[in-house]
């Protein structure tokens, strides 16, 4: 698969990326099936089916359980991989709790690099709450990412937001933000544009609605062709519906 970077200060990631949740994470998500958390060897393998597809982008957060050390200790150490996490949630106990406060965005981004095992991670993501306006307006949290890029901890950063208005002020002071974008939900189009016009880089979460919405060829196909479209992070324990995903991104970029 061609790379594309993220913008203009990001990495140069595959058009389809692999989604972590349900590598460390089973309980408070809403994936229309339960699912039981894969083997090492599993996932060692599920890894080892996407790079074979050419993919070399995985999404994670310290909210994902043990998401964030699994990957690290799978494939920390291979400079193929490019890996994106997040700051200001953790699930702990089975609630999320939110701390957006540069103590703990320096403490969090100090952990992932240790649980990573990278000295520098390439993408770091405010992991937004409801009422993400109020920690763009606030402004502190951002303001410590760029600083913690500057001192060349994190290569580029971002937001992963929920409401338009969120995201749309991330595209204007951020490297890239990270939208829902399928089949079932359009909302967040206005915050596309505007990053696209504003070159910034743009990751869609959420492209088959968590599982919702499957008809995979339409979904993906037309997500992975939108312009401006870094990569599309699909969710996948499965090394079966990876291979089915990645054939379809290869069918609709062969077809353009
Ligand atoms: N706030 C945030 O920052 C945020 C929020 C949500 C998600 N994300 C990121 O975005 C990623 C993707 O979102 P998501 O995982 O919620 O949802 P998604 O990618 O829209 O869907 C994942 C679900 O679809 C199923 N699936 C995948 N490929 C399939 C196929 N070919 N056929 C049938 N089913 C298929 C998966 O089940 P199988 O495992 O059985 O394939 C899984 O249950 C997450 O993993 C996470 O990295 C970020």
């Not at 599920?46 to 310290?62: M, R």
């Not at 929920?162 to 089949?183: F, H, S, W, Y």
Request: proline share 5%.
């Amino acid at each position: 698969m061609e790379l594309r970077q993220l913008g203009t200060r990001g990495p140069w990631i595959s058009p389809i990326g692999l989604g972590s949740t349900k590598f460390g994470r089973r309980e408070g998500v809403k994936y229309p099936k339960s699912f039981t958390l894969p083997s090492d060897g599993q996932l060692a393998n599920l890894l080892a089916v996407a790079k074979e597809w050419g993919i070399n982008l995985v999404d994670t957060a310290p909210a994902y359980g043990s998401s964030e050390a699994r990957i690290g200790a799978l494939i920390g150490a291979d400079s193929h991989w490019r890996i994106a996490t997040k700051v200001g949630e953790t699930f702990v106990d089975g609630r999320s709790c939110f701390d957006f406060s540069p103590t703990a965005i320096r403490a969090s981004v100090e952990n992932s690099r240790r649980q990573l095992r990278r000295d520098v991670v390439d993408i770091v993501l405010l992991h937004m709450p409801d009422d993400d306006v109020s920690i763009m307006r606030d402004g502190a949290a951002l303001a410590t990412l760029l600083e913690l890029r500057d001192q060349g901890l994190i290569t580029a950063i971002g937001a992963s937001t929920k409401n338009v208005r969120a995201g749309l002020m991330a595209a204007e002071q951020c490297d890239l933000v990270m939208i829902t974008l399928n089949p079932a939900d359009q909302s967040q189009r206005p915050v596309l544009a505007a990053a696209r016009n504003a070159g910034k880089g743009i990751l869609i979460k959420k492209p088959l609605d968590s599982g919702h919405h499957i008809d995979v060829g339409v979904a993906l196909a037309g997500l992975v062709r939108e312009p401006g479209v870094g990569s599309v992070i699909v969710g996948t324990i499965d090394p079966g519906h990876l291979a089915d995903n990645c054939a379809v991104v290869r069918r609709a970029l062969a077809d353009e």
